[in-house]
């Protein structure tokens, strides 16, 4: 079993900045394909970002090409959100979550088999 860990969310406001991290102690990250994911209430589960098992290819929902950045350290197993230029509409419970070694990365959801608790980004406008 794969534990991770979310940190970083909290409330800004629009236009603001804020970097989620996600750790995951005692693990050979680079063996991990990562994602972030977010769910507002009343919403499912969406896409955000994800990241190759090198850190050499990353990938964007539409919703935030530009203005988010999904980056890894594997030396430290912590995978990182840069979240830039906040709307409202960013609020959400956010997640980090892995592919088991071996499965390179995807966006959906279903396809990941390690999920961190989410950390939530509240956007006021």
């Known amino acids: 079993q794969v534990q991770l860990v979310e940190s970083g969310g909290g409330l800004v406001q629009a236009g603001d900045s804020l970097r989620l991290s996600c750790v995951a102690p005692?693990?050979?990250?680079?063996?991990?394909?990562m994602g972030w994911f977010r769910q507002a209430p009343g919403k499912e589960r969406e896409f955000v970002a994800a990241?190759?098992?090198?850190?050499?290819?990353?990938y964007y929902a539409d919703s935030v090409k530009g203005r988010f950045t999904i980056s890894r350290d594997n030396a430290k197993n912590t995978v990182f959100l840069q979240m830039n230029s906040l709307k409202p509409e960013d609020t959400a419970v956010y997640y980090c979550?892995?592919?088991?070694?071996?499965?390179?990365?995807?966006?959906?959801?279903?396809?990941?088999?390690?999920w961190g608790q989410g950390t939530q980004v509240t956007v006021s406008s």
């Open positions: 990241i190759s098992l090198s850190g050499r290819s990353t």
């Open positions: 979550a892995a592919r088991s070694p071996g499965y390179e990365v995807v966006a959906t959801a279903g396809e990941y088999h390690y």
């Open positions: 005692g693990r050979t990250y680079s063996n991990y394909a």
